[in-house]
């Protein structure tokens, strides 16, 4: 029998009331989930729950065809969203579904988003895509669409639904989730007043390198050496 790590049942929880008090999604919609190192297995949230009133036991596991391996509860719809987004990326061991305003605009129109700002272009990409075509919310379709569209990216917009951000942690996934809404109200505002100017052509790259292979490193292996 699998052992359930109650640790990440845990951070499923504390991350979903996070997002309430930051004012992330409203009410039951968005969902969250981790992937297990040890065994591959997602966990989720559970389906319409509010996030304050999520307990330890409503956080469902279930392999990556869907399959049930623990928890009562019904897991979120999106399930099959979260799972291909595991399946078709190797790297990508937390994911957040979110129901923001200004990405979503991008999602109305079917436009890309384009990096607008230093930190989108670090930990998102040059320009994050939408998921065409439109697929019904909850559906397996919707699941192929998005994991597609996302490609390499740590981001991908949701067309008149949300948006979908990932990464190797739950914590980098989140500060994806909220530097994407960030980037699209700036570009929004900046198209208000203007015709944006974007990144040269190589720039997004090489801050992607440097942000992986400099920036903050000594800090993090001098606090990395410091942990008993
Ligand atoms: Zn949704």
Request: a negative charge; proline letters at 6%; aromatic letters at 6%.
């Amino acid at each position: 029998m699998a052992r359930i790590d109650d640790a990440i049942k845990d951070l499923i929880v504390e991350t979903g009331r996070n997002m309430i008090t930051t004012g992330m999604t409203v009410g039951t919609w968005g969902n969250i989930s981790v992937r297990d190192p040890e065994h591959g297995y997602m966990y989720i949230s559970p389906s319409g729950m509010n996030y304050d009133s999520i307990e330890r036991h409503h956080v469902v596991v279930l392999d990556l065809e869907l399959n049930h391996i623990d928890g009562e509860f019904e897991p979120s719809v999106e399930k099959h969203m979260h799972a291909a987004a595991y399946r078709t990326r190797a790297d990508v061991h937390a994911v957040v579904h979110t129901h923001p305003i200004y990405s979503s605009v991008f999602g109305v129109v079917e436009m890309p988003l384009p990096a607008v700002s230093e930190d989108f272009a670090q930990i998102v990409g040059a320009s994050v895509s939408v998921a065409l075509p439109y697929a019904l919310p909850g559906t397996p379709e919707l699941g192929r669409v998005a994991a597609q569209a996302l490609g390499s990216n740590n981001a991908v917009i949701l067309p008149r639904h949300g948006a979908l951000s990932v990464g190797p942690t739950m914590e980098m996934a989140l500060k994806v989730s909220r530097v994407l809404e960030k980037n699209a109200q700036i570009y929004l505002y900046a198209r208000l007043l203007g015709e944006p100017k974007l990144f040269a052509p190589g720039e997004v790259e090489m801050m992607q390198s440097f942000m992986q292979d400099h920036y903050g490193r000594k800090n993090r292996e001098m606090s990395a050496a410091q942990r008993p």
